[in-house]
């Protein structure tokens, strides 16, 4: 599995921006997506993910309320929309697939059940 994450860039506090996570070289329909962010010094967080076998949506406290991830039209990525960006949004933001089959809820707050991660995409919120 490919993912290519896109998106990125420079926005002031309060605005909005909306990453994109392309998958290929595998069945969109048996793994699930992530996002992952991690700020300079700081250890990788969770931010959310989508369960691709019922829909299901997950996300990190800190997230909660101001993103919404969601699948892509062409049903073979997902995306991130991030309103109400905050400072300590800056950050470089990761997508990440699982494998395949199921897993209990939490495990998809956890890196460690991503085995595939795409190159990352800078976020950068002024103040």
């Known amino acids: 599995v490919q993912l290519q994450a896109s998106g990125g860039g420079l926005v002031q506090a309060g605005g909005s921006l909306r990453l994109s996570c392309s998958a290929s070289g595998g069945t969109f329909s048996r793994y699930s997506l992530g996002w992952f962010r991690q700020a300079p010094g700081k250890e990788r967080e969770f931010v959310a993910a989508r369960r691709s076998a019922n829909g299901n949506t997950y996300y990190g406290d800190s997230v909660k309320g101001r993103f919404t991830i969601s699948r892509d039209n062409a049903k073979t990525g997902v995306y991130l929309q991030m309103n109400s960006l905050k400072p300590e949004d800056t950050a470089v933001y990761y997508c990440?697939?699982?494998?395949?089959?199921?897993?209990?809820?939490?495990?998809?707050?956890?890196?460690?059940?991503?085995?595939?991660w795409g190159q990352g995409t800078q976020v950068t919120v002024s103040s």
């Open positions: 990440a697939a699982t494998g395949t089959g199921n897993y209990i809820s939490s495990a998809y707050f956890r890196s460690s059940t991503y085995p595939y």
